[in-house]
C-alpha cells in the first residue's frame, strides 16, 4: 500500500525492562491472547534475523509450539514481544517500529485464516463495515480488554482500548496490516497510550 504512516516522529519510552514488568505485574492468569499473536512474532523474527534469532527468542517459554485459536497467557506474549523487538530494535530504527513492523504481520495471518476468511467477507460492502467488526475481532484474538470504535468521518475513525495490555504499536502496525490488505489507498495511523493500559489510536485513509 503506497503512502500508509504510522506516528514515528518520537519514542514512546515503552521499550524498557521497567514497562516490562510493570504490565506483566498486572496480568492475571484469565489474560490470554491466541496463538496466531505469537506465531505473527516468531514469524517476523525468523523472517528478519533466522531461526536461531527465533529459537532465542522463544527460548524462556515452557511451550515451544503453539497452536494459531489455542489460548496462551498474555505474560508469555508480552515477553515474546519485548524479547522481539530488542533483537529486530537496529534493524527497523527502534523498539517501537520494530514492535509496528511485528504487528503489521497479524491481519494478513488471521485474514488467511477460516474465522478471517468470514470476517473478509464483510469487506465487500467497504472497509468501514469490516472496521466496525473490530472489537469483535479483538474479543476473539484476546480474553482482556474493552474495545470501542468512535467515527469522526467516512473514513476517520478513533480506536479506544481499555486494560489492553498491547502496545498502541501493536494497534498501530495492526491497522496498517490490514489497511495494506485491503489495498486502501492514503493510509495513516497514529495512536497514544491515554492511560495505565488504556490506548486511542486514530485511522483514516484515502487521498
Not at 533483537?87 to 527497523?92: G, I, K, T
Not at 469487506?123 to 475481532?137: C, D
Not at 502496545?167 to 495494506?180: I, K, S
Amino acid at each position: 500500500m503506497m503512502g500508509s504512516e504510522s506516528s514515528t516522529s518520537a519514542d514512546s519510552g515503552l521499550g524498557t525492562e521497567q514497562e516490562l514488568l510493570r504490565r506483566l505485574a498486572l496480568t492475571t492468569p484469565a489474560d490470554t491472547v491466541r496463538g496466531l499473536s505469537l506465531h505473527t512474532v516468531m514469524d517476523a523474527v525468523r523472517t528478519d534475523l533466522g531461526e536461531a534469532a527465533a529459537e532465542q527468542c522463544f527460548g524462556k517459554l515452557s511451550e515451544k509450539s503453539f497452536r494459531s485459536f489455542f489460548h496462551y497467557p498474555v505474560s508469555d506474549y508480552l515477553q515474546v514481544l519485548y524479547a522481539a523487538a530488542w533483537m529486530l530494535n537496529e534493524r527497523h530504527g527502534g523498539f517501537d517500529n520494530a514492535v509496528r513492523r511485528i504487528a503489521g504481520g497479524i491481519a494478513p495471518g488471521f485474514l488467511a485464516s477460516t474465522v478471517g476468511k468470514a470476517f473478509l467477507l464483510l469487506s465487500k460492502e467497504g472497509p468501514k463495515h469490516l472496521i466496525n467488526n473490530m472489537p469483535v475481532a479483538f474479543k476473539a484474538a484476546a480474553s482482556f480488554g474493552e474495545v470501542s470504535l468512535r467515527w469522526m468521518g467516512p473514513r476517520h475513525g478513533v480506536l479506544h482500548t481499555r486494560r489492553d495490555f498491547l502496545l498502541y504499536m501493536n494497534h498501530e502496525g495492526g491497522l496498517l496490516g490490514l489497511f495494506r490488505a485491503l489495498e486502501l489507498p492514503g493510509a495513516r495511523v497514529q495512536g497514544r497510550q491515554v492511560g495505565s493500559l488504556d490506548n486511542e489510536i486514530e485511522f483514516s485513509w484515502g487521498d
